[in-house]
């Protein structure tokens, strides 16, 4: 283990307490130097670490590029960017993207100015409660391409179960909830080349609500928004949930086995059985009842008309 882990580790053991530099060093078998040099290499990776006579205090487990890279271990990325704050990391993704980026970048933020969700409208994205982040997917074949958002609805879902022990279900086409409240929103958005039939590259887009914000959720938004973390949020939860996902995400991606993904889509799903209004592009509404999800991911559901499958869309639960 790496001399910075295993600090790392150690202050997170004893969070909330001093650790002197003489029992790092002596636990590490390096010189109390070695201690500071490697504390200062963990402060300029933006982790908080307080320092008194008394030792070394870890201030709270940020969100931060060595935290994610230390979760990911060796299928970290080339490229990863963590920001304090930051309009849209999609925005900001797809602006790295034109500069030549590498494929599975990655980009985090502790909150968004204009985070966005579908049809263009705000994501609720305040600081410090959840965290916010992208990732580059280069070259994407069509066939693939179709799935990316199932892909990345499965893997953040499977993300929240392993790290914050709770159920989460997908509400078609990409919204996770837990609880019966909506606690993650995805966003997919791609730059396609029609002549060689691909996905120049596609920018997959998730905002995650860890905790609950300090005042609660808008008014606007508090009956349908809830949070993965359920009382106390587990160590190192912003690192670890967007490491997880993205592990989750690129493993799907390159293991691409359609039949298996509609399978963990499926399992998890909350609509069947379920009264829902579909919403048509232009904003209206009719009543359905979901019947299930079928082999290509389409919503069907039955209506006055009979039997429609939805290939994209939204829907809305009747209460």
Not at 14 to 33: D, I
Not at 175 to 188: Q, S
Request: net charge neutral; glycine share 8%.
């Amino acid at each position: 283990m790496k001399l910075k882990d295993l600090i790392l580790n150690t202050l997170e053991e004893r969070f909330g307490e001093y650790v002197s530099g003489a029992e790092l060093a002596k636990a590490a078998g390096v010189s109390r130097n070695a201690v500071w040099k490697a504390v200062n290499a963990l402060s300029c990776a933006d982790v908080k670490i307080e320092r008194a006579r008394g030792g070394y205090r870890l201030v709270r487990a940020s969100l931060t590029e060595y935290g994610i890279r230390r979760h990911l271990k060796d299928d970290a990325p080339e490229w990863i960017r963590v920001l304090d704050a930051v309009d849209s990391t999609n925005t900001y993704m797809k602006e790295r993207a034109a500069e030549g980026i590498p494929d599975f970048s990655l980009v985090a933020s502790s909150s968004q100015s204009a985070g966005r969700g579908r049809r263009n409208g705000l994501f609720y994205s305040p600081k410090d409660s959840g965290v916010y982040f992208s990732i580059l997917i280069r070259n994407v074949d069509f066939e693939r391409g179709r799935f990316l958002t199932a892909m990345a609805a499965v893997a953040s879902a499977a993300g929240i179960e392993e790290i914050f022990g709770i159920k989460a279900s997908i509400k078609w086409v990409n919204d996770i909830y837990a609880d019966g409240k909506k606690c993650v929103g995805i966003l997919t958005e791609a730059v396609t080349d029609m002549e060689l039939n691909l996905i120049d590259y596609a920018v997959v887009g998730i905002g995650i609500n860890v905790s609950e914000p300090e005042g609660g959720f808008p008014s606007e938004i508090k009956n349908i928004a809830g949070a993965c973390a359920k009382g106390e949020v587990p160590e190192d939860a912003f690192n670890r949930i967007v490491a997880a996902v993205y592990a989750n995400l690129k493993k799907l991606y390159f293991a691409f086995d359609k039949e298996r993904l509609n399978s963990e889509y499926v399992r998890r799903s909350m609509l069947d059985g379920r009264k829902v209004y579909v919403v048509n592009t232009d904003q209206t509404e009719y009543p359905a009842t979901v019947k299930r999800i079928d082999e290509d991911f389409r919503l069907v559901v039955e209506t006055a008309a009979g039997e429609v499958r939805l290939e994209f869309g939204e829907v809305k639960l009747r209460l």
